[in-house]
């Protein structure tokens, strides 16, 4: 089975846990594709709180950029998360929303050339209105490029909102 799909929500929408949850039901060891960054106690905390949830049942594979330069032929592959990848690449070309997008756009062709069944897990962060920042404002707008891009790739598009999943496309 080869698929694309986008999981998309609010912060605490449960969106891990549906992909988790998808993810283990296709496949007895699929693969985390891991892209945050761990910069301060917190994000420590929350990494930590995934791991241990996945315990020993997955493999992991850490990578905040070059998520072209895999290979997962053949494997389900859970990536988690869009945002955070975003938001990495967002800072590694200097905040430039073009050059962000068009690396984004290459990595995934780049990853989605290699058959494979995908989950991605996202935020829908431009929900919450505009915000008073221009950096902010920026990477809204790219996040919601990103996501749309990779929706219109997408065989199915699921929208978590309070632990429930619904089905967009």
Known sequence: METLTLIT????SGKSSEAERRALALSPRPI????????DEEMADRVRRHQERRAD????IEEPLWLGRLDLSGRVVLVDCL???TTNVFFHVEEDVDKALFFIKKQLE???SHPATYIFVTNEIGMG?????AMMRKFSDLQGWV???VASLSDEVVLMVSGIPLKIK
């Open 9 to 12: 929500g609010g912060s605490r």
């Open 32 to 39: 985390y594709l891991a892209t945050a960054t761990v910069q």
């Open 57 to 60: 049942k997955w493999e992991t």
């Open 83 to 85: 945002t955070l990848w």
């Open 110 to 112: 780049e990853l989605l």
């Open 129 to 133: 209105g505009v915000s008073s920042n």
């Open 147 to 149: 996501n749309q891009h």
